[in-house]
């Protein structure tokens, strides 16, 4: 409930409770608790009555006795006779009070009650005004076809683009954007046309709309925002009549910014929708590619987009005119992830063992919100040792619960259990050691965690990559089979326990033959099928782009390279059987071990190994 219902309803309670007040002092009456006639008659008798007062009603006989008793009590009594209990008291020796008959009040009997009405109708009409304004009540139903954006005007943003760290290149090139806002007589002379549309692709969290904030800050100009999704509804014209909306509403505030977050939710490829062309997101598409570039002129309106999803954006609205710049925001580099740790550590207390150096080199592959995310972690940690700043452990038991997930140490694990693990994540980490591309060992635990995994070895990597080779995805392979290898070697049994490293093998080695082109008896062809072509709506009966012989080829080409690497991953296990045993062992006394800890079970330099590859 929004504050402004919460108001409502507070204020239309009061009014309620100030109506049942008046009723209830008009009608007030001072009850008699059971007070008889016979029994003030009988006290009259007795000689207990002190003092009576008589109180007459208007135009009638009726009215009331207070009755004051020797013993100081008072009673009330209501007769249907005033005279008679008159003539009755005063036959006792006793001399009554009358009080006057009460004259009406005209203000309480006539302007009172018209003034209530008044006020409570000038009240409601009040509040009715303030729901319309706010979207609220009636004025949702009113307003169902305007924008939902929302508008910052230039003075209310404070984020420039000095706070946004990592992404270098970005910045500059949107630093074109930000000079055409400020000064677009310095482009227009030249006849230069600025982009009307900038498209911000990249994975989540590398930091688009804080992006596309910072350079409506850096301009000082209106900034709009708005979700992909606020444009649609069940109704059909509904998300077209927001987008008009929208644009006129900018065309008031230009120059200015339009921001479109998650622009995929309204900007899907047509014409694969269950609904047709009757589809409420493309009439809603079909709104948004006028405005964008159509019949109408919109001067001085940059619509900047975020998706993480541009493969199945509609190629017409990713045409010159309308997002003229596809500018990828990559996570960031050693030197981006250094800087973005800075800004996040500025109100976090640190202590002097922290390195962020260190810890930005190994963080490779984090985005700008995982960093973030560690750093709270970490002082999450802190507060919760009752500390006032964070240390470097902090951030390390930060880095094993972001990667892998919260440890669960008093989950209770048989003997034998704890056995099979150990020695299962011995074999994982043998191979990260030894394999020249895949490793270092960050971290070997025992100790279940919340993925549902029995313990884990976590890696350490130390460089950012930009492709992967075919040595490096054949070294995956190997690793991801070395606990099923430890478990058949030592056991001579397996478990399930190796059934998502199978499942990550298989996919590695398929995606090799079908995607990359590395298998020599398939050859440089793609085969791949989009395993989300049912889901973004394409076709649901896409047919295979290969026959079923190629099929065949391909499992046969998977197979092979799974079973050569599973050959390669156990010679070298075997190698290092003395090493498996102790890490196991060491494993089972502490459950979790370092780096030092597991490369100085190594006693000597085993030379690598010179052959990973495959043959097929």
Not at 36 to 62: H, M, W, Y
Not at 312 to 335: H, S
Not at 528 to 549: N, T
Not at 554 to 561: L, S, Y
């Amino acid at each position: 409930m929004s504050r402004n219902n919460r108001s409502f309803y507070l204020y239309f309670i009061i009014i309620i409770g100030l109506l049942l007040f008046t009723v209830w002092i008009g009608t007030l009456r001072v009850q008699n608790n059971g007070y008889t006639r016979g029994e003030f008659v009988s006290q009259l008798e007795k000689n207990e009555v002190a003092f009576v007062n008589i109180c007459p009603n208007k135009d009638t006989p009726t009215g009331s006795l207070e009755v004051t008793l020797k013993s100081g009590q008072e009673r009330i009594l209501y007769v249907t006779d005033v005279t008679e209990m008159e003539t009755l008291v005063r036959s006792y020796g006793l001399d009554p009070t009358v009080e006057s008959v009460p004259e009406e009040s005209w203000f309480l009997n006539s302007v009172f009650p018209i003034l209530l009405v008044v006020v409570v109708c000038v009240f409601f009409f009040v509040m009715m005004n303030a729901q319309n304004a706010n979207g609220g009540g009636g004025g949702k139903m009113m307003n169902f076809g305007r924008s939902r954006a929302k508008l910052t005007l230039g003075g209310e943003n404070k984020i420039k683009l000095d706070g946004v760290a990592g992404l270098k290149e970005e910045k500059e090139e949107l630093q074109e954007i930000v000079e055409f806002l400020r000064d677009p007589g310095k482009f227009t002379k030249v006849g230069a046309r600025i982009p009307k549309g900038i498209l911000l692709e990249g994975a989540p969290g590398t930091g688009k709309t804080l992006l596309a904030k910072a350079i409506a800050g850096e301009a000082n100009v209106p900034f709009f925002s708005i979700s992909g999704s606020d444009f649609v509804e069940m109704f059909v014209g509904v998300g077209a009549s927001r987008v008009r909306d929208m644009f006129a509403e900018a065309k008031r505030h230009a120059p200015c910014i339009i921001f479109i977050d998650e622009i995929d939710a309204v900007a899907r490829r047509r014409g694969t929708g269950m609904g047709g062309g009757h589809d409420e997101r493309e009439q809603t598409l079909n709104q948004l590619l006028v405005e964008m570039d159509g019949f109408g002129v919109n001067e001085g309106i940059i619509v900047m987009a975020a998706t993480n999803r541009v493969d199945i954006l509609d190629p017409a609205i990713l045409r010159p005119g309308r997002f003229d710049r596809k500018i990828t925001v990559a996570p960031p580099d050693v030197r981006g992830r250094e800087d973005i740790l800075k800004v996040h550590a500025q109100n976090k207390p640190l202590g002097d063992d922290v390195d962020l150096s260190q810890i930005a080199q190994t963080t490779a592959g984090f985005t700008g919100a995982d960093l973030e995310n560690l750093l709270n972690e970490a002082a999450i940690n802190a507060a919760m040792d009752k500390r006032v700043f964070v240390k470097q452990e902090d951030i390390k038991r930060a880095f094993v619960k972001v990667g892998i997930g919260t440890e669960k140490k008093s989950r209770i694990i048989s003997d034998k259990e704890k056995k099979i693990t150990a020695y299962h994540e011995a074999g994982h980490a043998i191979l990260f050691h030894v394999l020249p591309d895949v490793g270092p060992v960050y971290t070997v635990s025992i100790i279940p965690t919340g993925i549902g995994a029995a313990g884990y070895t976590m890696p350490l990597p130390e460089k950012d990559e930009m492709f992967l080779t075919k040595g490096k995805m054949i070294e995956d392979i190997m690793v991801s089979l070395g606990g099923r290898i430890a478990e058949e070697i030592i056991f001579d049994d397996i478990t399930t326990g190796a059934s998502s490293d199978i499942k990550k093998a298989t996919k590695v080695a398929r995606r090799m033959v079908t995607r990359y082109g590395m298998s020599e008896n398939i050859g440089v062809i793609n085969y791949d099928d989009d395993d989300d072509e049912v889901f973004i709506g394409r076709d649901l009966a896409h047919a295979k782009s290969h026959s079923e012989a190629v099929s065949g080829e391909i499992d046969k080409e998977v197979k092979a390279i799974i079973d050569d690497c599973y050959k390669k991953a156990k010679e070298i296990i075997m190698k290092h059987e003395d090493v498996l045993h102790k890490c196991a062992e060491l494993l089972l006394e502490k459950e979790k071990i370092s780096r030092a800890e597991f490369e100085a079970l190594f006693d000597v330099k085993y030379p690598q190994p010179e052959d990973v590859t495959v043959t097929t």
